[in-house]
């Protein structure tokens, strides 16, 4: 990865819903998920209106030079707003995890929390290069924090 490249974002939209559900999809998305099952079009479509249309939830399309790379999303909640983000599939291993989460810890300004499933090694890794601490783990999840 060229060290020049610019990493933005941008709120997703209703024309972005096919490569979001293929993102979603994916095996291994899936498997790091809290809700690992398939997503069908039908369900897919109104969820992404919804979350489009919530002003407390904000889910942004990270692009590199204008290519899609992956998602960040915000929950927006007190005292900490929930994080959590996606890599394109095709993008993974590149470095745009971190990337993209340093650059929704600048968007965003303000307190976050961040779940992680044990085992996913590589988000273990984004959120200590983003900045966030690892707060207490139980056999489902891992909780981190960062503040602003």
Same mark, same amino acid.
């Given at each position: ?13 209703? &024309?972005? &819903? ?77 470095? #745009? ?34 900045? #966030? ?16």
């Amino acid at each position: 990865m060229k060290k020049d490249l610019t990493l933005t974002l941008r709120p997703a939209t209703i &024309a972005d &819903a096919l490569m979001l559900l293929e993102w979603r999809n994916d095996e291994e998305t899936r498997r790091q998920s809290v809700n690992m099952d398939k997503v069908l079009l039908e369900t897919h479509l109104p969820w992404l209106e919804k979350v489009i249309a919530n002003p407390n939830r904000k889910l942004m399309i990270a692009e590199l030079e204008g290519t899609p790379v992956g998602t960040v999303r915000l929950d927006i909640e007190e005292p900490r707003s929930e994080l959590s983000w996606t890599i394109a599939p095709k993008m993974r291993g590149k470095g #745009f995890g971190t990337l993209m989460v340093i650059e929704a810890v600048k968007y965003f300004n303000k307190p976050l929390k961040i779940i992680i499933k044990p085992g996913n090694l590589a988000s273990f890794k984004v959120a200590e290069k983003a900045g #966030f601490k690892k707060i207490n783990e139980t056999a489902d999840m891992t909780n981190w924090i960062h503040d602003k």
